[in-house]
């Protein structure tokens, strides 16, 4: 099994930062995939970014936000600049073994509790 526990979450005024990571322990070697996806209050919960060989994002956020990862540590992390007020969300990571990257939420077994954003004045 894997686990993934998010942090980094809170409150930031439109045009802040914030930094998520996602910490994974249990059976890491197994997961090649990581994602993050993010599920706004009414709404389902999407696709925000992934990386395995590469990263990707969704065109919302893509030139905002940044994928990287420390392999030592385990860690992904979503660097998100110029947060706007459609950006508050819970935000999840996702993991999966899979050599290829993926959108689809249903690709992903593992997930974390979910960290709060929310871009407000």
């Known amino acids: 099994q894997v686990q993934l526990v998010e942090s980094g979450g809170g409150l930031v005024q439109p045009g802040g930062s914030l930094r998520l990571s996602c910490a994974a322990s249990g059976r890491t070697i197994i997961i090649n995939a990581m994602a993050w996806f993010r599920q706004a209050p009414g709404k389902e919960r999407e696709f925000v970014g992934g990386i395995n060989w590469s990263t990707y994002y969704a065109d919302s956020v893509k030139g905002r936000f940044t994928i990287s990862r420390d392999n030592a540590k385990n860690t992904v992390y979503l660097q998100m600049n110029s947060l706007k007020p459609e950006d508050t969300a819970v935000y999840y990571c996702?993991?999966?073994?899979?050599?290829?990257?993926?959108?689809?939420?249903?690709?992903?077994?593992?997930w974390g509790q979910g960290t709060q954003v929310t871009v407000s004045s």
């Open positions: 996702a993991a999966a073994n899979l050599g290829w990257g993926t959108s689809r939420r249903t690709d992903y077994p593992y």
